[in-house]
């Protein structure tokens, strides 16, 4: 089920909102723009006309895995899409569901928030446009090469996605999918750095996936540390 606005504040207030007085699961709101788009950790995300900008619900069920490891179906439902809809372009998972180029450029950033037993999944992607001057790389698939659909037609694809990845996160060992997002993301060994919520600072190179999800992080003394929130950046 597909709802579109041109103009809102942001797609997940909405549909957090809806959430409370018992909207489905499955529905996505599109937004042509987003007055008040937001990322993880509190930051804006700035959201003029062009790019994709919708939400869509997951409801909670008894029996389900953990809900936090809904990022690694919101990530890989993102990056799946990218692929189809713009093949030529080499894309990579970061942790949790950022979606980057092969050169760590984002492409995709993806908001998770809850309320109650609903969980509301945010996408931004790139499709034409990007920011320039906000500390991080970034880019656009129109800006590396490739001719995306229109806002709409991406977003069918992205549900397509997100439904095939929810059905498999409800059926399957959660391994399966916690080695399905290794498999697209950074290879093992790639250096990264890691700012915890509590300011301290650790380099050290991907170690793949805890059997929670948690990013496992090799420090230089070889020890293996797990990573459960952090802000992650190449180096």
């Not at 007055?35 to 619900?57: E, F, H, K, Q």
């Not at 899409?81 to 372009?89: F, G, Q, S, Y």
């Not at 948690?214 to 293996?224: Q, T, V």
């Amino acid at each position: 089920m597909f709802e579109q606005v041109a103009l809102t504040g942001s797609t997940n207030a909405d549909l957090l909102a809806r959430a409370v007085i018992g909207a489905p699961e499955g529905l996505w709101l599109r937004a042509d723009q987003q007055g008040g788009g937001r990322g993880r950790m509190g930051r804006d995300w700035v959201s003029p006309a062009g790019n994709l900008y919708a939400s869509t619900i997951a409801l909670l069920s008894p029996g389900d895995p953990s809900p936090s490891t809904l990022a690694f179906v919101a990530g890989l439902a993102a990056h799946d899409t990218i692929k189809l809809i713009a093949p030529d372009v080499a894309v990579q998972l970061k942790w949790p569901n950022d979606v980057m180029s092969a050169k760590g450029e984002k492409l995709c950033g993806i908001l998770l928030e809850r309320s109650g037993d609903a969980i509301v999944a945010g996408f931004g992607i790139n499709l034409i446009w990007h920011p320039a001057d906000i500390g991080r790389p970034v880019s656009d698939l129109r800006a590396l090469g490739a001719n995306p659909p229109a806002p709409q037609a991406v977003c069918e694809v992205l549900a397509d996605q997100f439904a095939s990845w929810l059905r498999k996160w409800r059926q399957q060992p959660l391994g399966n999918l916690l080695r399905a997002w290794e498999a697209a993301a950074h290879p093992i060994g790639t250096a990264l750095r890691v700012n915890l919520p509590d300011g301290e600072q650790v380099d050290g190179l991907f170690a793949g996936l805890g059997d929670d999800g948690a990013l496992s992080l090799r420090l230089a003394d070889g020890a293996i540390r797990a990573i459960h929130a952090a802000d992650i950046f190449l180096i």
